[in-house]
């Protein structure tokens, strides 16, 4: 079965401070994505990375990174220094589309609260 | 404009009511998703439409019943619901399942 465990449920750093949001998967399956979502208070899941399960390039962009490792079964974020608008709720997901006709869906972490305090 | 637009985006209804959610998406994608978020438990996926065909109904009490007239509306009508059923909808869209879902803002629901 799926599964994605996001053990920190809350987070609190003062701005300017590096931040690892850890994520850890669960899937029987060899081809699967993971994605990490940002919600903030309006509630909306914004979109921030797709990783598919042969690529474990880690991946950099601005202040985000990204590190994938399978071995592990992780699949963790990092902002580096901080900003009071990053504060939001963090999910984790993942999706084991790939499956004929069969749509996949996305298995959520139940998110990590950062508070990113000036 | 976001791709996804959820209506209403506040919802306070009695239990006796009925009332509609509304998604509109407007991105051309195929797949469309209805998420429950309740305080303190994981996103729960609701129903999934592939095609204005439903390909996954997990397990959602009748209460709850979806309508996808084309790829690019999304429904869920509500009747009878519980307290219990206040919540944060969400309304997705996607290609497929490989690449990313586009989410609306959600409705808040609240029923008294």
């Known amino acids: 079965a799926q599964k994605v465990t996001q053990a920190q449920t809350e987070i609190s750093v003062v701005e300017k401070e590096d931040v690892t949001l850890d994520c850890v998967y669960e899937?029987?399956?060899?081809?699967?994505?993971l994605f990490w979502y940002k919600q903030p208070p309006s509630g909306e899941l914004v979109f921030l990375i797709r990783?598919?399960?042969?690529?474990?390039q880690n991946e950099i962009s601005g202040r985000y990174s990204w590190n994938f490792q399978k071995s592990t079964s992780s699949f963790n974020f990092t902002i580096t220094a901080s900003q009071v608008v990053d504060s939001a709720v963090y999910f984790c997901?993942?999706?084991?589309?790939?499956?004929?006709?069969?749509?996949?869906?996305?298995?959520f972490g139940r998110g990590t609260q950062l508070t990113v305090w000036p | 404009e976001t791709g996804v637009t959820q209506t209403p985006r506040h919802l306070v209804m009695g239990m006796t009511n009925k009332k509609s959610l509304k998604c509109e998406q407007h991105?051309?994608?195929?797949?469309m998703y209805w998420y429950k978020q309740s305080a303190k438990k994981p996103l729960e996926l609701m129903f999934v439409?592939?095609?204005?065909?439903?390909?996954e109904n997990n397990s959602v009490p009748s209460r709850f019943s979806p309508e996808c007239p084309n790829s690019s509306h999304l429904f869920l009508h509500l009747h009878t619901l519980q307290p219990e059923d206040s919540a944060l909808y969400l309304c997705?869209?996607?290609?497929?399942?490989?690449?990313?879902?586009?989410f609306g803002q959600g409705t808040r629901l609240t029923v008294v």
């Open positions: 990783r598919n399960s042969f690529d474990e």
């Open positions: 439409y592939n095609f204005k065909e439903q390909t």
């Open positions: 997705a869209s996607s290609q497929d399942g490989r690449t990313e879902a586009f």
């Open positions: 997901a993942l999706s084991d589309s790939d499956r004929g006709s069969t749509l996949g869906r996305l298995y």
């Open positions: 991105l051309g994608h195929n797949a």
């Open positions: 899937t029987r399956d060899t081809t699967y994505y």
